[in-house]
């Protein structure tokens, strides 16, 4: 598929020329920066930490209904976080994520420590300012992100050297740095630096990787100074019940404000990722939330849901919407395919989504064969409510008791 | 510059599966067709056609404050026509075009023609109800991307053969089908199909060609039937005076809603565009509207509205913001220039749009540089709004009798 339609969106730089150069008063440029940071702090400031709130257990599974409050607002679990990698949520502004029904949204510390740098957040008043976001953040540690970078990374007890993959420059990442970044962007939910090992992974290389993980997670605990941002532990172990088990007991040991399952959903079979997450869920403490990294499919939520997991991210709903490829109610939709072309109905006529309320998939294929931005805004927004209803009708079945029901409908 | 963080919005096409098939009632689809069509048929009801209303005439210049109202609402002149080519105006939903104040909006008549099919649109209900935008639209007849296409195209007294440049198709347009075309599409402005001479051209050429224009415009003209559409005549005539002066002329006699200055802006001299501009465009009707074809920079605009132009239409402030180009009463930036890295003000701080209310000019550069969608959106946001500020400025010059210290202030 040519790609000169979108990719004409960034050409013609060289015909920009440089811009007049705008004279600013200091004391301006103070204000302006104090004020936005102020109005942040003025919205948190009648807020409590964090805290999680276990509202509800399913009689007929693992399933809870739970309530996290953080300093930028509360959270209905379960939740599912859209991703925001580089402090924006993919063609989504700030309000259409809020109004998809999204109460926290996730960002990564190692994408923002090197672009634009943490610093500079921290200066220009912190990640949610900066990213006008008004709810909750989490951030992911950037273990994930460079364990991926394979050769380009080298791991020693103290931390990881490795290289961007912006500009190959050299950088070091040890658990107190990891925590100081994250504690710099000033996001509610920060997670443990971890090493995140590839599947598959022998059984020793796993143990080794633990006792690191763990070691770290010790060291990110005690580097951990603003008690107004949570902290998550991040279990690791590989596929080994063992393993998943010793990192469990001695995250608890540690003692965190939550605790995520780590490295699952990177290419192991997907019996092996619900076998996993069913063994290791209920080991966690009831009153702590629960996270499953990574995940994912809505037939992998609702299933994790059941073992008790409280919390979800994926950049499926998101970049599937860049692909052109739609989530609704009655099955997946290609929208570029011809069949669409004279197709006046919605996406889903049973969503709610603003896309759905107003253009046809006649209109949508359109925009996606013509390569518009619009096609993938409005992509995005069905995506993302496509999900968040999801985790609305999660909600829903295990506070009205009939989880059991909805899981077999959706079994079928 | 490297592309790959856009130009991935709509790569991994391969890994899409065929969408599953949705089962569709038929009668659910008619209903979600008609219903749509009826809405925009519903706000048509009580409107009156077409008409325009001189408001008032400014005393030191040619400048005149105008009233256009159409079918679809009222457009307050001199007025600037954000471009939306494929039936979507590049990076914003149509709520966003209206929040930053456009009024009307320009699609083209060739590209709809070609992708997705004017007969499309039409049985899904009009252009309007496919792209949700309820205000006025203006067609462009097609004659400038036509004739653009050098030799993909050939020119008879018929019409014209053209090579699709999407797919290299073979397809005829007359004066009559372009009509046919505008008609099928629905918008409240259509324009007459003209040849649109590049610059230079020598005076013979521009004169065979200057015929041509007229008689299809006699064509246009007599094949229009659906009254509640307004069609423009389109002067042309290169650079030449006397040419002009005939086609005004003989436009005149033909007798159209309003009348559009073409050929301009295709490559002359800025000097040769104003001098022209100046030379013509008082020779039109006072009680028609006068659109200045595909111009432009916000000093052509205030000069133009001085000889007396009403509409103007220009990809700038879309395509600009789309390379990190950005309008400011300060001058332009260029918002990936490294002296923006912590820049906290917003892009302008005069400027009341939802980009310059909510960001700093350093989160714009971070998006700008990572590639990011909402770079774009934020971007477009600011300088469609800019635009549209400048014309609201334009207008209360006029209204108040300031016009004269207006420009003169611009012109510092």
Not at 1 to 19: H, R, V, W, Y
Not at 162 to 183: L, V, Y
Not at 245 to 274: C, H, N, Q, T, W
Not at 378 to 387: D, E, K, M, Q, S
């Amino acid at each position: 598929m040519p790609q000169s339609g979108i990719a004409e969106l960034f050409t013609n730089l060289s015909k920009c020329t440089t811009g007049t150069i705008t004279i600013m008063n200091t004391e301006e440029k103070d204000i302006a920066s104090s004020s936005r940071a102020k109005d942040d702090m003025d919205r948190i400031e009648d807020k409590e930490g964090f805290s999680f709130h276990l509202i509800k257990k399913d009689a007929s599974s693992e399933a809870r209904l739970g309530k996290i409050k953080t300093p930028h607002g509360e959270i209905s679990t379960p939740a599912f976080m859209p991703v925001g990698t580089q402090g924006t949520v993919k063609a989504l502004l700030p309000e259409m994520v809020e109004d998809q029904g999204a109460q926290i949204v996730l960002s990564n510390t190692y994408h923002l420590y090197l672009r634009p740098g943490h610093e500079l957040i921290r200066d220009l008043g912190g990640l949610h300012t900066f990213m006008n976001w008004k709810h909750p953040i989490l951030t992911d540690s950037g273990g994930y992100q460079i364990f991926s970078l394979g050769d380009l990374r080298q791991i020693e007890d103290e931390g990881v050297t490795f290289k961007s993959h912006i500009d190959g420059s050299r950088h070091f990442i040890s658990p107190e740095i990891c925590i100081e970044i994250q504690e710099a962007l000033g996001s509610d939910i920060m997670m443990c630096l971890d090493e995140c090992i590839p599947y598959p992974s022998e059984y020793d290389y796993a143990k080794t990787s633990l006792d690191l993980t763990l070691r770290w997670a010790k060291r990110c605990r005690d580097a951990h100074t603003n008690r107004s941002q949570a902290l998550f532990g991040i279990i690791q172990g590989g596929v080994y019940e063992d393993l998943r088990k010793k990192s469990v007991e001695e995250m608890i040991a540690i003692g965190f404000d939550g605790y995520a399952l780590g490295g699952l959903s990177v290419g192991e079979p997907k019996e092996l990722m619900r076998k996993i997450t069913e063994f290791a869920t209920p080991l966690l403490p009831q009153d702590k939330p629960r996270y499953l990294m990574g995940v994912g499919t809505p037939e992998d939520i609702i299933e994790s849901v059941a073992h008790g997991i409280d919390m979800f991210d994926c950049v499926m709903p998101t970049r599937n919407a860049r692909n052109g490829m739609l989530f609704t109610n009655h099955g997946k939709i290609a929208i570029k395919n011809a069949r669409y072309r004279d197709d006046n109905l919605p996406l889903d006529s049973t969503c709610d989504c603003y896309t759905c309320r107003n253009y046809s998939r006649a209109y949508l294929r359109h925009l996606f064969v013509s390569k518009e931005i619009v096609a993938v805004i409005l992509n995005t927004i069905h995506n993302v409510r496509f999900y968040m209803n999801l985790m609305e009708k999660i909600r829903d079945a295990i506070q009205n008791n009939s989880f059991n029901t909805f899981i077999k409908e959706a079994r079928k």
